[in-house]
């Protein structure tokens, strides 16, 4: 820990410069258990400091606020979701297969990590700025890809043609959203993530038939 | 104003007993302006009193804190939901009937409210302690509402057996919610909610089909 003292904090040097990418990583791990469980706005940079076992100058090495380890949490984790999305996709053919496989793989990261899942759904919100300013181009990058396969879909004739693909794109969005939140928050049965994935699948597949 | 003083700030009295019921009405309307406007946690109690053009003193004689403040005000409108949904619920027959007729209902009162759509969708995340503990009553009942008609249609053959209504209740909330959150925040065409009603009603009644 010889890099963290409080007056880094103002000279901020690049991280990736330093060979310690993992301990930015352990910083974001540590954020979204301590975000999950204070919220966003209790939450102080010394909390995560701690949790993550490092001193309060060492987070201001990566990150310039609290403010900026929140989105640099959304960003990195919605990058990892979509690569992962768009991994998943290439093992399927049809727009049916590739649909399912979205609303999987979404409810499947959720699902091994309930404490993302609060930070996605409920947390996040709690920066209007953030959602306003910083979360529209990774959240509209994940709408555009579901309304390209929806398109696709209707092109080949495997789905109906007068529903618009961007509505419902975020209708199933805010679907997989709205399980997600009612489980994080712990109301909905653990473990039925996988069992939701299935019914809003077949909902969804079946609303979209010619 | 002869009743606001910040005196009265830990004596509160009971705002029925005072006859002055609207002056409460006039507190949440600029609430929910002012909550739109800045966020939760940047909003200052005082900020709500200018807005409703009262003397902070009088906010207190009505709500405890900003959190009953934004407590009061999830309840108020819920209730209002609730109530306007069962009236408009009572003039529809079939189960299929009464779903369109909620989607319609829950985006046509955010339509007529742009500022009310970002403090249901956005604000009231901004508050984990009232999500968690005081929202769960009024989101469970909404959502019961919808998974009771969901039920019926199922028993009486005009929705497929095998779709878990609580989790159709809880995709069509996150569909509703996510619709009316892209269109609060202002990136979403103005205007457009009623054709997204249009679009996720066939969506949904599409995907019951039995």
Redesign the interface.
């Known amino acids: 820990m010889s890099e963290s003292s409080l007056s880094s904090r103002k000279k901020r040097r690049s991280p990736r410069n330093l060979g310690a990418g993992d301990k930015r990583e352990r910083i974001l791990d540590a954020a979204v258990r301590v975000f999950a469980q204070s ?1 966003f ?1 209790a939450t102080r940079v010394s909390d995560v400091a701690k949790a993550a076992g490092v001193a309060d100058g060492t987070i201001y090495l990566y990150f310039e606020s609290k403010d900026e380890l929140l989105r640099s949490l959304f960003e990195d984790r919605v990058g990892r979701l979509l690569a992962f999305v768009q991994e998943g996709l290439a093992k399927h053919e049809t727009a049916k297969a590739k649909l399912s496989a979205i609303i999987e793989l979404q409810l499947g990261v959720y699902e091994g990590e309930p404490e993302l899942a609060e930070v996605m ?3 996040l ?5 953030l ?2 300013e910083h979360a ?1 181009p990774g959240f ?1 990058a994940y709408l555009d890809a579901i309304a390209t396969i929806v398109a696709a879909g209707q092109k080949n004739g495997e789905f ?1 043609s ?3 693909p961007h ?2 794109a ?10 997600a ?2 489980w994080a ?1 712990g ?2 049965e653990r473990g039925g993530l996988s069992r ?1 994935a299935t ?2 699948a ?8 010619p």
């Open positions: 919220g706005h759904t409920v947390i919100r709690q920066s209007t700025k959602l306003k529209r509209m109906r007068d529903a618009s509505f419902v975020r209708s199933l969005f805010g679907a997989i959203d709205g399980i939140l009612t928050l109301k909905a939701a019914q809003v077949e909902l969804f597949l079946h609303g979209l038939l």
